[in-house]
Each structure stands twice: as C-alpha cells, then as structure tokens.
C-alpha cells in the first residue's frame, strides 16, 4: 500500500476538503482509496472542529476580552471590531437563503472543513441532525469530487 499517498490525501481533506480527490489522483491512487482517504480526513476534521466549536469560540471571546482589560491597563485605547462585516453579511444572507441543510452540505466543500464546521455549529448546532447532514454532505461531496477527478480531468 502506498501508506504516504493516503496519509496525504487524508491531510489534504482535513485541511483543504476540495482538492484531496486531486491529490489521490496525482500519487495514483485508485478510485476507491482516494475516496475513502478524503472522506476520511473530512470525517475527523468535521469531527475534531464541529464538537470542538464551542471550545473555540469562548476561547476567542476570553481572548478578546483579556486583550481589552490589558490594553485599558497600558492606558491605551481598544478599539471594537465591527461585527457586522461583509464577510458577516455574506454568511447570514447564505444562511437564511439556503437553510441547514444547504450550509451543512456545502460550507465544508466551499470554505474547509475546520470553517464550515465552525460555521454550522454556530448557527444551527442546537439541533440534533445537524452534524449527520455534514457527515452527509461529506460523503456525498468527496464521491462527486473523486469521479469528477477521476473521469474527466
């Protein structure tokens, strides 16, 4: 077995969901075992960043909140980020045009899977079929990548 081309694959689909088909293709691989690597790799992304997304997120907002109480030490002025962004304003317009299950399917496909994981824990963590959707969307997406890949470049 070819133990590098599949643990690159794997690596590349817990990173960057999009082109670990490509990656198996250009070590080789077949058909199937750049199909399960990637799944794989964004199964335990999904994993690791979804059930880990409230983690991250108060880590973020105690983060912020000791920069600004440091800051005021120093006698120094902090300044509040805008939070209605256009990257914001792009998220919740997609969000409430597409729904749960739109975001959960293509999030990680279009964004990586850490991002989209994230971001759909965010919004619609509180409800219990959300990660089976991604789970879902992974499969169903890393298949169409890898015959995409495989059959026609």
Known sequence: MKWVAITSVFF??????????????????????????????????ALVFYFMSEFFMKRYHQKKIERKIAMEKTGQIFKHKKSFTKVNRTIIKVKHKIGQYGLCLFA???LSVPIGSI???????????????????????????????????
């Open 12 to 45: 590349s689909a817990f990173a960057k969901f999009m082109f670990a088909p490509l990656v198996g293709k250009g070590f080789q691989l077949d058909f199937i075992t750049s199909w399960v690597a990637s799944f794989a790799g964004g199964l335990v992304s």
């Open 108 to 110: 990680p496909l279009f």
């Open 119 to 153: 971001i759909c824990a965010k919004f619609f963590g509180h409800q219990k079929n959300t990660f089976s959707i991604i789970v879902f969307g992974l499969i169903l997406n890393s298949f169409l990548l890898t015959v995409l890949y495989y059959n026609i470049l």
